[in-house]
């Protein structure tokens, strides 16, 4: 194996890993960081997580937070949980001043509109101020090197497109300027710039340096992480493509968790399932160094296990040192099922990226509708990276899919993208219809009419999210569907998806107060009512999701410190928002084999499951055995159905 190129190139100041989850994304950041921090004493790095579930805590084994931390007995290494809402907030701060003096230039909006439409509509702002600050870490040559442990995929390729983003948040704050400008030199004959022109003048410069550090092949490496799986394999063609368009340099693949050892029939026919997607992966990706990493028999958690890790990602051969286990381990396969009441109307299944989720939902959904054929059941996915298709083992996509084994079972796959597009296009025909109807010309009319349309490019962060929100909402109304199994994005965007219904009604009535500014000239009847109907509809779907008669949360987590961790954050989330959750499911439990390699990753996984008994005694918890292949396709997925709830 060729030495990766991120560990050799001194000349690198920032390195992101991405891909999906549960590749091993943060073990692999956290690990180079340890290996380059060794190799050269006098390189300062930092080791950043933009994930909204932060990881990198868990995978050193320590407490890090929102604040520059030291790794232990490491001199030239540092960790750091970006806590992006902090930096939102201290932007805001700094900044609310002369943003609402930019907006009073170029729109008939008050203070208090101003202060609701920036509080509230800033497009992925919070994700925006992550890349902003790791941009200013590296202008102070504080540290010689950043390492980014990304979301997985989907949210990672939102963030490849923030800097986008953010321009036209700079053009629409422009264009109220162009009014001002307009004003300035038709009465007084001249234009000076002030503040406000400085302001916007320093943000198109920040985000410029920001682009221009992402293309930089010098400085600048993407790290796609896979493991040998369908999905793996389709969302990393997919990162590829994505990041050759933004021209980020990529020249190595890791390969993560493949299995080696052979000692018994499960190892064995783990090992025959993934030949054929190694191999497949050799040949998509033949042009790109391939880093093979195998299955570790342990968690790779702490400062020792991680410099194991490095030590592999570096090229040393690796040989599981296994002595002969001679214990009795306890049954850790709960023969309990999931208990799901009657009469449902949402159930979501939700948890750590790579834990399984989809194929929960996927057998959920088939299950329910084998057992009430009287019942036409939706299964939806909200999750950017999409694998229902995958699952089912057919083409599913942006459109209500039958599948076929079961009359009453569909599918859909939300395309936010075009969802986003079709919505601006219908508002801006709204508000192009209103300013056709004013009976006097001007610039006033103008200006404002080019605010107004653009105000849809900035509505609230998360676009996809609403999306998925707005078009449960649709199949809601049409009442189309008798229930709806919910295949969620991974923890950290998923909360947000659950925040949304109160956000989204804020926004819409920030926006409404806007249009009453020009109810005097202009009828804006149409988008009005557009907005409360919308409004209505959000609040229908908040109480549908806190009520425990109507909807069911089923957490999904896997027998390992960061899965565990992160189902905690969910179900406390849970139950702040009020969402009722009474079934948790571990997941990819080793079975009982006698081999060593197997004995070994069991009693990791045994105290993990024993934690969640002890401190979530009043939920309901199913255990899932490990599958020695992919659970994929009706068979696959009934497979899994029986051991999910018995029939």
Request: glycine content about 6%; charged content about 30%; hydrophobic content about 40%.
């Amino acid at each position: 194996m060729q030495l990766p190129s991120f560990l050799e190139n001194e000349h690198l100041q920032l390195i992101l890993f991405g891909g999906k989850g549960g590749s091993g994304k943060t073990t692999s950041a956290a690990a180079t960081g340890i290996y380059l921090a060794k190799l050269n004493l006098e390189r300062k790095i930092l080791i950043v997580s933009t994930d909204p579930a932060h990881s990198l805590g868990d995978s050193f084994n320590c407490l890090i937070g929102n604040k520059v931390t030291p790794v232990s007995e490491m001199t030239n290494l540092w960790v750091l949980e970006m806590d992006a809402n902090k930096l939102l907030q201290d932007y805001r701060k700094k900044n609310t001043p002369v943003i609402k003096k930019i907006a009073s230039r170029g729109t008939y909006f008050d203070d208090e509109d101003i202060a609701n439409l920036f509080d509230l509509s800033l497009p992925g702002m919070d994700e925006v101020m992550a890349v902003r600050e790791i941009a200013r870490i590296l202008r102070t040559s504080q540290y010689d090197l950043i390492i980014m442990d990304t979301a997985p995929t989907g949210h990672t390729l939102r963030l490849l497109a923030l800097p986008e983003q953010m321009e036209d948040w700079i053009k629409i704050m422009d264009m109220m300027m162009q009014k001002h400008r307009f004003l300035s030199k038709h009465y007084t004959g001249k234009y000076i710039k002030d503040e406000c022109d400085r302001f916007l003048e320093k943000e198109t410069r920040d985000i410029k340096q920001i682009k221009s550090l992402f293309k930089d092949h010098k400085r600048t490496e993407f790290v796609p992480v896979t493991i040998p799986e369908p999905m793996s394999i389709e969302e990393t063609q997919r990162l590829l493509t994505i990041l050759k368009r933004y021209q980020i340099f990529i020249n190595n693949i890791i390969v993560n968790q493949i299995t080696k050892s052979e000692e018994c029939s499960f190892c064995r026919s783990r090992k025959k399932y993934q030949e054929d997607y190694i191999r497949e992966i050799d040949e998509k990706f033949a042009s790109y160094n391939l880093v093979k990493m195998p299955l570790f028999p342990y968690e790779i958690r702490g400062r020792q296990e991680l410099i194991k890790y490095a030590k592999v990602l570096s090229g040393e051969n690796h040989q599981n040192q296994l002595t002969q286990i001679i214990e009795f381990l306890p049954q850790i396969l709960l023969p309990t099922k999931v208990k799901l009441k009657k009469d449902l109307q949402f159930i979501l299944i939700g948890g750590k990226g790579g834990v399984g989720k989809t194929s929960v939902a996927s057998a959920t959904a088939l299950c329910l509708a084998r057992d009430n054929p009287d019942k036409k059941i939706m299964v939806f996915s909200t999750d950017p990276a999409h694998g229902l298709g995958d699952s089912f083992d057919c083409s599913i996509g942006d459109k209500v899919t039958s599948i076929k084994a079961m009359g009453n079972l569909y599918a859909f796959e939300l395309n936010p993208k075009r969802l986003l597009e079709n919505l601006k296009d219908e508002y801006k025909k709204d508000i192009e219809e209103v300013f056709d109807k004013f009976l006097t010309t001007g610039v006033d009319v103008k200006f404002d009419r080019e605010v107004m349309t653009e105000l849809i490019n900035i509505s609230p962060s998360g676009l996809d999210e609403i999306m998925a929100l707005k078009k449960i909402i649709d199949f809601a109304e049409t009442k189309e569907f008798d229930l709806y199994v919910i295949d969620s994005a991974a923890t950290g965007h998923l909360i947000r998806f659950l925040e949304l219904p109160g956000l989204v009604r804020d926004w819409l009535k920030a926006i409404f107060r806007l249009f009453l500014k020009y109810k005097g000239m202009a009828s804006f009847t149409k988008p009005a009512e557009k907005m409360v109907d919308f409004s209505k509809s959000i609040r229908i779907v908040r109480e549908a999701l806190t009520d425990s008669k109507r909807t069911e949360f089923l957490t999904v987590t896997i027998p390992e410190a960061m899965g565990v961790v992160e189902m905690e954050r969910l179900i406390s989330s849970l139950g702040k928002l009020k969402i009722p959750c009474h079934n948790i499911l571990v997941n990819m439990v080793v079975p009982p084999v006698e081999c060593s390699f197997c004995l070994l990753k069991r009693k990791g996984q045994q105290k993990y499951i024993q934690g969640v008994c002890e401190k979530f005694p009043k939920h309901h918890i199913t255990t899932v055995p490990l599958f020695s292949h992919k659970t994929k396709g009706i068979d696959g997925l009934l497979e899994l159905s029986k051991i999910l709830y018995g029939n």
